[in-house]
């Protein structure tokens, strides 16, 4: 698929200056916002520009959402936050075989362009397809499928184009408008809270809020062009040109994280001080500090080691801190490692006490995981006052 992209790429950078350069008479540009899929990758939805040009009798989809499952050390790449993605071109026919596949619906609406706007759109997209741009590094909030679009409509538009006033005491978070979409997937939120730093936090602007496609449908539906003092719409109505119903996803709110973690606490705190062999509490804690060690690497992970800016200046390093690793190596060597359990300790309860004024929203799920990490390494860090001290 990149050789193929590639190849079509080079053609169409000739075949895009030598025929839409000319006139934009018979070239209608239309946005494409699909609907939301049931893959990680396409919960939030996808845009795509539709160029028809009535002359040469073609009807091209310019697509900036292709990545490479076959790029080397692709894991690596992506959670570095090195990877990247593609603009690729192909006929509306293929494009809409993809979404009738997976069966999403896709509407089309026409974008008002003058001729001379749609000449400009078209330069722009000839750029983009030379073999030194055709590739781009992805940024989730700034520099996306939905984005790349915007910024060649502000560009081939220039100051016509009026977004209307900001609603800065009405405005969301990047977190909030991702939120919405990994609602019905409470495992995939939390996960996605867990990493996403204070960064998500952010308020978003009007034209920030275009980085996802139903959203950007929405912004550019509100948005005008001034025309010699007449304001006229962006967009066309909404033509629905492939139609299927959003998927019915099961009611997952029972075994949500929140749930899990909180019924895993409720045992802990009833049946650890039963249990009377020091080896099986030894191995419970050590279960548990290996877990909590793992996400703690995670957030050494992505707040120092990876280009992701949304990851970093991520709070829940507070919690998930490096001193929980040296407390699991005092527990694995058989050492009582008393004023490392302390320190996790207090720091675990500063976060439980701070975390409303904390610069971060935090998902629910985490509170009863920072308590248990309180409350076991309260257990073994020898204060008198605690019931669950190891005896």
């Known amino acids: 698929m990149k050789k193929i ?37 396409s919960i939030y939805g996808h845009s795509a520009l539709r160029i028809v040009d009535r002359v040469n009798n073609t009807d091209l989809v310019y697509n900036w959402g292709v990545f490479d499952f076959s790029t080397p050390n692709f894991a690596w790449k992506f959670a570095k936050g090195r990877l990247d993605y593609m603009l690729a071109v192909e006929t ?24 001379g706007e749609i000449r400009s759109l078209m330069l722009l997209i000839a750029e983009n397809l030379k073999p030194e741009n055709v590739k781009y590094r992805y940024d989730f909030f700034y520099d996306d499928c939905s984005t790349r679009l915007r910024d060649l409509l502000e560009k081939s538009i220039g100051n016509k184009l009026l977004y209307p006033p900001e609603d800065k005491e009405n405005a969301s978070t990047f977190r909030f408008m991702t939120g919405k979409y990994q609602a019905p997937y409470p495992w995939l939120k939390f996960g996605i809270d867990l990493i996403m730093g204070s960064p998500g936090d952010k308020k978003a602007t009007f034209r920030d809020m275009m980085f996802l496609p139903l959203d950007m449908q929405n912004c550019l539906n509100e948005s005008f062009i001034n025309r010699a003092g007449k304001m006229i719409p962006v967009l066309q109505n909404s033509e629905l040109i492939l139609e299927f119903n959003l998927p019915v996803l099961k009611d997952k709110r029972l075994i949500a994280p929140e749930n899990i973690f909180s019924l895993f606490l409720i045992l802990c705190i009833i049946a650890i001080p039963l249990l009377k062999k020091r080896s099986i509490i030894n191995a419970i804690d050590i279960t548990i500090f290996s877990l909590f060690s793992i996400l703690a690497i995670l957030m050494i992970f992505f707040n120092f080691f990876t280009d992701h800016q949304q990851m970093k200046l991520n709070l829940n390093i507070i919690w998930l801190n490096p001193f929980i690793l040296v407390c699991l190596v005092y527990m694995i060597v058989g050492k009582p490692g008393i004023i490392w359990f302390r320190i996790v300790f207090f720091i675990s309860a500063t976060f439980l006490i701070l975390h409303l004024i904390l610069p971060q929203d935090f998902h629910i799920a985490v509170l009863p995981l920072a308590l248990l990490i309180a409350i076991r390494s309260s257990a073994r860090a020898a204060f008198r006052w605690n019931p669950f001290s190891l005896k």
Request: glycine share 4%; net charge positive; charged share 15%.
């Open 5 to 41: 992209t590639i190849f079509t790429a080079l053609f169409l950078t000739f075949f895009c200056k030598s025929s839409f350069s000319q006139s934009g008479n018979d070239t209608i540009a239309y946005l494409l916002t699909c609907n939301p899929g049931t893959e990680t990758y």
């Open 92 to 115: 509306m026919d293929n494009f809409l075989r993809t979404y009738f596949y997976e069966k999403r619906a896709v509407y089309c609406q026409r974008i008002n362009l003058l001729p």
